[in-house]
């Protein structure tokens, strides 16, 4: 938290890092009520964006956890897009459920996931995304979000590993708000210093961080009192 300069918004240990278990359950609810309770008249922080550093694969199963609390537990419309490609691939095999929605003069593929009210975007990646290609006019990948706006409640996209990338950093002021996922005694500080650098500069907002893998070597109870 001191290096980032960032509130953290949750804590996972190491056994609850998996969103399987109670304690993972637990913490990915409060984040998700905190994310409804933060909204303003300026940001419903409807579309949320998480992101980690290169190589650092936890803010898959976090994205999927907090879709699934938002389509469940809120009943709310919800939508994942994955940026990074990859996280979702397997959706297509197990429903036979899609739709097409129109979009910036263009039709979507909406694949719905076996979660009731929980659906993902079918759509390429890298520089031929639309929302992240950087042959796409910018007022194209606007007009895209503000569709998708109106279709759902909730919004979570899988930030893509190359923070660099100027699609990427383009997209990052068109989201409400973002979130860092911190993998404990594994996420190098220089590399996410530059991750939130690049958010900021770029005209986004940062939420907080999520911490995940963390061990206690003293207990927890003495640790949240430090």
Do not use: C
């Given at each position: ?34 994310i ?72 979507l ?84 210093r530059r ?17 995940t ?14």
């Open positions: 938290e001191r290096t980032l300069r960032l509130p953290t918004l949750a804590e996972l240990s190491e056994g609850e890092s998996d969103f399987d278990g109670a304690g993972g359950h637990h913490e990915v609810t409060r984040l998700a009520a905190f409804v309770d933060s909204a303003t008249p300026d940001s419903k922080l409807q579309v949320v964006q998480i992101a980690a550093g290169k190589g650092e694969q936890d803010k898959v199963p976090l994205t999927l956890a907090l879709a699934r609390e938002f389509a469940e537990g809120w009943s709310y419309e919800t939508l994942v897009v994955d940026l990074d490609g990859g996280a979702f691939a397997n959706l297509a095999s197990r429903t036979a459920e899609r739709s097409k929605m129109p979009a910036a003069g263009d039709e593929e909406l694949i719905h996931t076996t979660t009731p009210k929980l659906w993902a975007l079918s759509q390429p990646t890298g520089r031929d995304s639309p929302l992240t290609g950087e042959r796409l006019p910018l007022e194209r990948a606007e007009a895209i979000l503000q569709a998708l706006r109106g279709r759902f409640q909730r919004i979570l996209l899988i930030a893509p590993s190359d923070y660099e990338d100027y699609g990427a950093r383009r997209l990052n002021p068109l989201v409400d708000a973002h979130i860092l996922v911190v993998r404990a005694e594994r996420s190098k500080a220089p590399v996410l991750l939130r650098d690049v958010i900021l500069t770029s005209g986004g907002d940062m939420l907080g961080l999520v911490y893998h963390r061990r206690f070597y003293i207990p927890e109870r003495v640790y949240r009192w430090l």
